[in-house]
């Protein structure tokens, strides 16, 4: 099985490294938005009371890691739909291949992917703007990162089987990921002195609102129970889940 | 090599449930070539997809290269190779890559794909090939990197859907001959499906009628002619003569649906070929000039016709595949 995902992760690699556009094309939104926004950013975290410790880097920067992750892996299910149209998906199931190697294959890869572009954004973020963060906060930040990348991907894998139209897809994942990228607060922190109460009330049941808490923690250095574990908790709760839904679905017939 | 009773499969729509198939007993053994014939949408594909475990039945059971279908379906897999109607080659991949996945996947060592796939290659005329994107190549380098893939494991029986469908005349008759040629050499089970009937007719050796989730006649493609309507005769005599000759021709044995023209008789007889010599025999001694004739072997179209009421084109039904 281990050989299986490789040679998937290997197949959807050659494809990506052909094309390297998409290292651009994906940080396109983020870098945007730490050049445009960041500045900004900066007078007002300095000016307004209620914002979370550390300075406007260390909010913005884990912020513009969810951004990263939502639109360059809730999206990774596009591919997915392009080799259900061209029948790439069916031969490989004929196959005695492991169908939950088809899936971890592509998610090793999106996720890998992830790394690489989150990689480059706190680079631009550190040598540009001077974002200071501790290397074991970053790391332990960027693992938090894959495994939303995982969570993610896998779920949009699970999203594009289920739905199976180039049209209903991107529909129902932009309605879902606006709310969701809002609530998560990842440009203005959502907190209980800057937001009113009812949505912050609201944002307390969005998952990635409790993990961009712990990752903005990672970028301050905290590393305590109080800072982390919520956030760590629901992340590896939300991976297995989503991870679940997706092996379901691809093992479900005529999937 | 393949066994299968009352296979079914019901689908679900928002117009109540579809049965797609209806309970279909076939038999196929090694090295045969077997064909499916039918229109689009009489349930060709979904049966191929329930023999090659992509579905699972309904109802009915099956075994396939020795595996049963719902107990053992990674057996089922390891045994065939399956072409699907639309291929499945990916655009953005190397052949090279989709060779040595496809290969690997079937267990093969890095070093027996990349030997097994230029094997392949160069049978099937897509060498050199191997570090092209998939998308630059033609249509029929397509379809051969298609079924170069479902061999890849040399699997002893392989499944094609409408292997030629889309393809220009000359890479059809092209690929009639390699499919003919890698069964010669390999003893390869081959079972496709087509909506073509020459193509029915000139590559297979047993041909299994299709129609509305149910098969309706089987036999060789002969066979299938001779029984349904027989021959076609058409001969062609002096003028003033039609009615004499006409008549001889209602008396030789199995003549059947007798037309006349101007100066032309058509019948139909079981066998044409053997009715004629007697038919030229019996013109002769009656002193008929005969100038003109002419045998038609009935087409599958014709069987298609007289077993379901309808022409394959009449049949198809519309959107469906």
Known sequence: ?255 | MIEARGLARTFRSRGGPVEAVRGVDLDVAPGELVGFLGPNGAGKTTTLRLLTTLLRPTTGRATVGGCDLLTDPVGVRRQIGYVAQGGGTAYECRVREEIEIQGRFYGLSKADTVRRGAALASRLDIAGLEHRLVRTLSGGQRRRLDIALGLIHAPALVFLDEPTTGLDPQSRANLWEHIRALRAEHGLTVFLTTHYLDEADALCDRVLVIDNGTIVATGTPDELKSRISGDSVSVEVAPGTVPDAAGIAGRLPGAHEVTTGENTIRFRVPRGDTALPELLRALHTHGIDLRSVQVHRPSLNDVFLTLTGRTLRDAEVPGAA
């Open chain 1, 1 to 255: 099985m281990p050989r299986e995902i490789w040679l998937v992760f290997r197949r959807h690699m050659a494809v990506s490294l052909r094309n390297p556009a998409w290292v651009i094309v994906g940080l396109t939104q983020p870098i945007l938005y730490l050049v445009l926004f960041g500045p900004l950013m900066e007078r007002i975290v300095s000016s307004t009371p209620g914002f979370p410790q550390g300075d406007a880097w260390q909010i913005l920067t884990p912020g513009l890691l969810v951004q990263l992750s939502l639109f360059g892996s809730l999206f990774a299910g596009f591919s997915l739909l392009a080799d259900l149209t061209t029948g790439v998906l069916e031969r490989l199931r004929v196959t005695p291949a492991r169908r939950l190697s088809l899936l971890l294959g592509r998610v090793l890869h999106d996720t890998v992917q992830l790394l690489v572009q989150a990689v480059i954004l706190i680079l631009l973020a550190v040598v540009i703007f001077g974002l200071r963060a501790p290397l074991a906060g970053i790391a332990l930040c960027l693992t938090m990162v894959a495994l939303i990348g995982i969570t993610l991907s896998a779920a949009s894998y699970a999203l594009a089987l289920t739905l199976r139209s180039e049209e209903t897809f991107p529909a129902v994942l932009t309605s879902i990921s606006t709310p969701v990228l809002l609530l998560t607060g990842i440009l203005v922190p959502i907190t209980t002195n800057l937001a009113p109460h009812w949505l912050y009330t609201l944002s307390r049941l969005n998952p990635f609102a409790h993990v961009m808490e712990a990752q903005r923690a990672t970028f301050r250095g905290e590393y305590t129970v109080d800072a982390l574990l919520t956030g760590s908790v629901v992340l590896v709760a939300i991976t297995a889940l989503t991870i679940w839904w997706a092996t379901t679905t691809f093992h479900r017939e005529n999937a």
